[in-house]
């Protein structure tokens, strides 16, 4: 196993995540960017086959990049994002109330598993440029170098939610609004 002490090397550095969700009248995206230990970026674009909220673009791309990550080889893992909501959900800091934001919690916990290390931080819009420009790539291509790029696609969320009928109740206001 000649090998085998450079692959430990390479696990054992820690990897860095930047992620961006983007939700525009144009559809949903996102933008991966992983940096390798030895500074070298890897980027992946992916475009949702599905409509999504910002959020929810947020933890999509969270949780494919944390599923990558390991794939690509690192168990030590520093995720960095501009959300303030999913970064303190995950943090555990802010409850989770709506169905979707708690599933998409639990999706969190199966790659979290995999890491050795691993750590959610919260940065502002302007440090996290790279992956934020390139998730809007159909609008927002200045300041990022055009290259060949391979698109991620996902065709339904990770996460599906029930639908709830709400039925009106009738009060006095009713009959009066049936008068009229």
């Known amino acids: 196993m000649a090998g085998a002490p450079m692959e430990d090397t390479f696990r054992s550095e820690k990897w860095l995540l930047h992620v961006d969700g983007s939700t525009t009248i144009q559809g949903s995206g996102a933008y991966i960017v992983i940096t390798l230990s030895q500074g070298e970026d890897l980027e992946f674009?992916?475009?949702?086959?599905?409509?999504?909220?910002?959020?929810?673009a947020e933890y999509e791309v969270l949780v494919l990049g944390m599923k990558m990550a390991p794939k690509a080889g690192t168990r030590h893992l520093m995720a960095y994002s501009d959300s303030q909501l999913i970064v303190k959900q995950v943090e555990g800091a802010y409850e989770a109330k709506e169905d979707n934001m708690i599933q998409y919690l639990q999706q969190i916990e199966e790659p979290r598993i995999r890491f050795k290390s691993f750590q959610l931080v919260q940065i502002a819009r302007e440090e996290n440029?790279?992956?934020d420009c390139l998730?809007?790539?159909t609008s927002a291509l200045e300041g990022c170098k055009t290259r060949h790029i391979t698109i991620q696609?996902?065709?339904k969320p990770r996460?599906?939610?029930s639908i709830q009928v709400i039925s009106p109740i009738e009060d006095w206001r009713t009959h009066?609004?049936?008068w009229l």
């Open 45 to 56: 674009p992916v475009k949702f086959g599905f409509e999504a909220s910002n959020n929810e």
């Open 129 to 131: 440029v790279k992956a």
């Open 135 to 137: 998730s809007k790539l």
């Open 153 to 155: 696609h996902l065709p």
């Open 159 to 161: 996460v599906a939610l």
């Open 176 to 178: 009066v609004i049936r």
